[in-house]
């Protein structure tokens, strides 16, 4: 069997037309003058939806999959608000590639179809969506429920700022709502790696009442109590975070006796009541949940993000992937950084020369502890090996 072989490309030519021809001239020879297996587009500062024609006439391939972005990444690099093309090209022997849409009511299970894929044929999914027109936090949990075992990876469209102007790509399609999908089956495997960015505060702590979203007692008292105390005990950089930068994390493995780095979901903290000191934050929770305070900067994000992509490295010895697909915040980049190519930088430094593409999102879809969850201020990625 032919080996797996992906390519990225990235052009920032100023007419779409140019810049699909300079990807295409890239990944031809990467690849060969072949017909890709599988083309995954991402637009900035471009009309997303004229690619799947531009495409047709310079690139052709089996299937596409793509959406309009505020930012790309392809070929080492990293480009923000101004007009790019990222294009990333994949030949994939021995993989079924099975293209979907699913509109806003519709859910994997019994009573409706859309995923043309079923839990005995191991499958993986990219998944791209809309954050205006589709709840894609309902979706990856009845999807889970689905297809427990299956990885799932990808983001919520950007570049657009209201209903109707984002563009998902899939094959010679552009939806303008909803969710396109490709799941990938047979001889592939697609491993992830989630780096949330924070690192934790004080202790843990214990949910000891709650409404939904809000805690209402940790450790038997309210949670603004605990805040105060905390903050009062930190150092001045830290107190200075802690005055935009501080998030709630959720413990994934609530029976540990030992918590990390990278144990935690990261969840917003959306507000405290002064007066009943009850605190909300940006996911449900349940009473004996284990959560600790977590804050957010540039060195922290590049910390985890180091660590997490050396554990791959560590965990997967001899198994060097094809190709990679980046889903990272708009939050992140330039704006956390204060330079480009970071998250690129550090993902060829940990992993080697392997083609990277992907995009800046609204929103990151990845596992956490064999969970799928969407986050936010999130590097998410996608790594492609043969299975065999």
Known sequence: MAAMKWSSALSEQPRLADAVRECAAALRAEIGAGEPDLLVAFACGH???ALPAELRAAMPARHLIGCSAGGVVGGGREVEHRAALSLTAALLPGVDLRPFHVGSNDLPGESARPIPAAPADDPHFLLLADPFTFDAEHFLLALDAAFPAAGKIGGLASGGRQPGENALLLDAEVRRAGLVGMALTGNVTVDTVVAQGCRPIGLPMFV????????QQLDGRPPRDLIIELYRSLGERDRELFQHSLFLGV????????????DFLIRNVMGLDPESGFLAIGQLVEPQTVVQFHLRDAQTSHDDLVAMLTHYRQDQPGAAPAGALLFSCLGRGEHLYGRPDHDSEVFRER?????????FCNGE???VH??????GYTSSFGLFRPKR
């Open 251 to 262: 413990a994934m493995r609530p029976h540990e006796q030992e918590y990390r780095q990278g």
């Open 365 to 367: 879809i990845g596992p």
């Open 47 to 49: 009309d997303a939806a």
């Open 351 to 359: 992993l080697g020369a392997v083609p990277l593409g992907g995009f």
């Open 208 to 215: 000891t009442a709650c409404d939904r979203n809000v805690i």
């Open 370 to 375: 064999g969970q799928t969850f969407l986050h």
